[in-house]
C-alpha cells in the first residue's frame, strides 16, 4: 500500500508541498515586481522556515498533540481576543499581533486549532459520558452556555461605550460564578467518581469502565472553562465598553439554554454523531468564529466552519440529525445575514449573485480578475507580463488574489499543473490518512485536507468568479508568513501521523 | 484505554475516503470547466477587455500659434503651466473635505473652485466618477511644488500639464492682439462638431480672435497607457507595449501669425501718447498693412485671458474709461479739421471751384439766423484753398462746403473709406456717420436743414469717424487716391517656419478725385507742417531730409461754450487730432492720433505724429541698415527680444 515502507519521513507529500510553495515563489516575484519589497524573498525565508519546523513536528509523536490538543485550542481563543483588543489594524481589519520584528496572524494558526479540537473531540467518543438525573444534565450541559454567551456578548459590544451589562445583569453572572459552576463542577466529580464505581448507566456507548484522569478536565464539557472565563470577564470588566443587553440577544442565549436542554433528548446509542454530540464542538466552534468574525475576516471564518463540518460530516451524522442541523445552519446564515455581514460583504454577495445590477464599486475587484483570468488565454502571456498586474488594475494581487496573476501569465495549462499538484497532494494526505494508527492522526489528516481543500476551492473560485469573493488565501501561494507557518504546522501534523505511523 | 479499540472501526472509513477523493475533484473539476470556458472559449473576448482597461484614447490638443511682429519681436507666447484635476472614484467621502482644505490652503482656491468641485463631486454618479474635476488652473511652480510634495495626503488628485497663453509685453497692442477665454455654451454650439470641447480656450477679441482657425491647428488623438487610477505611464512603457507611437490622428499645431505691426513703433506710440484716452493708427499708406494701433486707456490680456479672477475682469467691464473698448475702431470721434481736406476736394470738383478760387474770413459767417465762427475770431482774410488747409480756416471752409453740397461732400468723404466698415479682420469696427440729405431725413426731426452743411464741412455736426478710418483716408491721399483695406497680418508660418500664408495688399476702392485735385491737398497738408504759419508748422520734425503732412483737428465735445479756458472740465474739453504721413511725397507712413479732450491738434496730437514718423523714418531705418551695431540704440524702447521663442 505504501510505496517506500521503510522512510519515516513521507518524501512524497514534502515534494508535493514543495512544488507548490515554489511555483508560489515564482508568481509570487513576477507580482513583486510591482511592490518595493521582494515579496518571494521574504516568503521563501518563511516557507523554508516553516518547512523544517514541520519536519521537527514530523519526529515528535502527534499523541502529544493530542494530549495538549484543548489547551492550544483554548490559548489560541485567547490569543484571539488579544488581537481584537490590542491587535494591528490594516485595512480596516484588526488581524495582526506585533511579535519583536514580525507580525502574527493568530486567525491562521487558529485554524489548525480548530483541527485540533475537532479532531480531539471526535476521536474521543469513546469517553463521551452521560450524565444520570435532569438536575445534573442541566448543570452539565448548560454550563458552558453562560460565559459563551455572555463572551459573545461582550466581543459583540466591544466598540460600545453605553453597555451597561453589569447594572442590569451582574445577578445572572454572580449566579453562576458562584452558584451554578460550583454545583457543576461537584457534579462532574461526583459523577465520575460514581463511574468509576462500575455504574454502567451513564455510558451510552458501552465504554467499559472509566478511568477518570486529569485529561478530563481538559475536555471541553469541563466546567473548569466556563469558570476561567467567567473569571475573566469578571476581571476584564469595565463599565466602559458595555451597552444595555439588546431583546434580541436576550433571545439568543434563550434559544441556546432551550437548544442545549433539548439536544440532550436526542442522544442515541450507535456510532454516528448525533445532535447531542454536536453541542459541544458547535460552542466551541462559535468562539473562534465570532471573535474572527469581529475582526472582520469573514473568509478564515468561514473556511474554519467548512473544515469543522467535513470532519463533522466524515464522522458521519444521524441522518435526521444532519437534516435539522442544515435546517438551523440555514436559518442562522439568513438570520445573520443583517448582524453578521458589514455593508461591504453584503454587496460582495449582492454582486456575485446579480451581477447585472452592480455598478463599478463592488464588483470591480472579481470582474478585473475574471478579465485577468481570460485574458490568460491557453498558454498565457508569459512570465512578469501580466498587464492586469503591472497597471494595477488587479486588487490585492499579491494576496487574495495571487492566482489570478497565474492565470494571466499562464494561461489554461499553468492552472491545470497547479489544480493538479493541488489534488495530488490531497491525495497523498488521505493517503496518509488510511495509513494512520488511530482515530485523532485521521481527524488531523482529514482535517488539513479539508481546510487545504476550502481555500483551494473558495480562493480559486472566487478569482475566477464561481463563489463570491470573501477574502481567502491560496495555500503556500499567497503572501503571508502567518498563513504559510500555519499550513506547514498541519503539514508537520501530517508528517508525524505517517512517521508515527506504526505497522500494521 | 477504552474496551473499544480507537483502531477497531479505522478500515470502515475507505468508503469516505473515496467520497472525499470524490467531492474534492469534483469540486475541482467545477473550477476546470469554469476555466475552460473563460480561458479558452471567452479568451480573446477578454483579452481585448484588458486591452481596453489600460489603453485610452486621449485627445492631443494642438499647440496654439505664437504671434509676432514683423521684426520677428514675439507678442504672444506659450508657457508651460499645470491644471489641478481631482477624481471623485479615488477619493473618499471622509478625506474630501481634508482635501479641499488642504489645496484651499496651498493655493488659495476661490469659493467658486470649491464650490464648483464640491458640487460636481456629489453629483457624479457611477462611472462618471471616474472622470477628473478641473479643480484650478495654471499652477505656479511653488504651487505645484506643494502639491507634489503633500500628494500623499491629497487623494485623488492629479496634475496635468496644460499650455498657458502669455502676452510678454504686457499692455502693448493689447486691443489688437486680443486675449483667450474658455469657450462659452454658444460657441461651442456654433463649433459643434469641430475641434473644441468643454473647457477649451478660445480667441475672444481681437487678433486672437479673427484668426482663430490658423492659431487653433487642429486635435490629435493618441492611446495612452493608464493605470488603474488612471494614471498615464511614461512613454517608454507605452510604446512598448503598444508597438508603436500611439498616434491615431496626428496632432497639427496652429500656424505662428507675423503681424505687420512694429512692435518698437506701437511701444513708442503708448508711451508718449499724450493724453490719458484716445486712439493711434499708423498705417503703410502703399499697402495698407497696419504699423501700430493703440487705444488708451488699454489692459493687460495677462490678467484676463485663461484663467480669470472674476474681480478683475468685472473691474474692466465696469469701468467707466472702457479699456476694453478699442477707440481705434469702435468708437465714434467727430474728425474736427482733420476733415477739411475731403470737403475740399468735393468743392474742387464742383464746377466754378478751383485751387485759385479765394474766399474773405472775417472770423464768421453769418447763415441763416446763425452765426458761424473760424476758430481765428480776427478771420484769416482772403486766402485759396492751400492756405485755407494750411492755417485751417473754418470760413473758407463753410464756403467750400456751400458750394460742393453736402450730398456731393458725403459721396467723396465715402470714397475715402468714411461711413463704413474698413474691413479689418481682427477688430470689431463701427462704420461712422457721413452725413447726407437722405441720412437726415431719416435721421432727424426734421431732415436735411442746409446749415448743417455748415457744420459738417469743418468736421463737426454729425460727421463721425473712427480713428482707422482717419488713417486709411490720408494714406489714401498720400499715395495717390488708392484706399486700402487696413491688414494686420503679413503672414502665416508653420513652427518651423516655412510661411502657409502671405497676405497680399487688397484695395478697396479708388477715391473719387482728381489728380490734380489730389496734388493741390497734398501740397496744402505739406504746407500745414512746413509753411510759416501753418498749424502744425512748430512740429515739424527738425533735422530731418525727409518733410511730413498732415492735418491737424480740434474737435468740439459742447458745441458752444463761454469760456473755453483752462477751467474747462475735463469732460467738456476739445479732442485734439493730427492725421499725416510722411515723407510728404512719397508716403511710407500714414498716422492718425485722436487725444480725447487733448484741447488742440497742434499740441496735443501732432507731437506724437511726428515723434512717430521720425522714430519710423530715421531711427528704425537706422537700426535696419546696421544691425550689427546693436549698441547703440540705448533710446530704442522696445528693446526687448523675445521671451520664448520656441517653435
Redo the contacts between chains.
Sequence with gaps: MRANENSRFNWVLIFAVLAISGLGLVNLSSVGRTSSTNLAIVQGVWVGGSLLLAMGIAILDYQLVERLAYPIFFALVLSLVGVLAIGKVVNNSRRWIGVGPINIQPSELMKIGVILAMAKYF?DD??VSRPRSMLSKLLIYLHPVYPIAALVILIWNWNNPKYDFVVQYHWILVGALFVWEPLAIWHFLHESSSRRAGDLEYSTR???DKTYTLDDLFKPESPLYGLGALGGLILFWDKDFMTPLGAWRFLLIAAFIIWTAFSSMFAVRN?RTSFHDLVSPVLLLSMPAVLIIKQPDLGTALVLLAAAA?MIL?M?MKLASLIIAVAILLVASVASWNIVLKPYQQNRIKAFWAPSKD??DTGYHSR?S?????????FGKGYGKS??T????LPEQHTDFVFSVW??EQ??VG??VV?AL??FL??QI?NI??G?????G?LIC?GM?SLL?WH??IN??MV???VPVVGLTLPLWSYGGSSVLAFFLGFGLILSVYYHRGIK | MSLFSTKSDLPNYKLRYAVFLGIVLLAFLVLLVRLRKIQLVQGNQYREMSIDNFVSERRVVPFRGMIYDRNGSLLVDNQPSFDLYLTPAFCTKESFEKTMTRLTEYLGLNEEEVDKTTRLYSNRKGLDRFLPILVHREMSWDELAIVEQNKDKLEGVEVQPAVKRVYPMGKLAAHLLGYLGEISPSELAARKGGDYRQGDYIGKAGVEKAFEKSLHGKSGLKKVVVDAKGQKMPEAIAKKILGDNGVIVPVKPGANLILSIDARLQKLAEERFPGQEGAVVAVEPKTGFILAMVSKPAFDPNLISGNVDVRVWSALVHDVDKPLTNRATQQHYPPGSTFKPFTGLAALSTEGFTSETKELCTGGLRFGDHYFRCWRSGGHGRLSIHRAVVQSCDVFFYKAGLAAGIDRIAQVARSFGFGSKSGIRSCIEVPGIIPDKAWYKAHTKWGFLPGFTLSDSIGQGDVNVTPLQLAMAYAALSNGGILYRPQVVLREETPDGKVIKQYEPIVRGHVDASDENLKVLVEALTGVVNEAGGTAYYRRPRNVTFKAAGKTGTAQVVKQFADRGRNLPYDFRDHALFAGWAPADDPEIAVAVINEHGRHGSSGAAPLVMEMITYYLVQLRAEKTDDNEDGSLDEDPTKKKSLGGVN
Excluded: N, P
Excluded at chain 1, 370 to 378: E, F, P
Excluded at chain 1, 390 to 393: E, H, L, P, T
Design positions: 476521536s469513546a469517553q458501552q465504554r467499559g456510532g467535513s466524515f458521519r455598478t463599478k478585473q475574471i478579465i485577468a483570468v481570460g485574458s490568460g488565454g491557453l498587464t492586469q503591472r497597471f494595477r488594475f492565470a494571466e494561461g489554461f492552472c491545470l489544480l493541488f489534488s490531497l491525495l488521505v490518512a488510511s494512520a494508527k488511530d482515530r485523532f485521521v482529514i485536507a481543500f483551494v476551492f480559486i473560485g475566477i468568479g464561481v
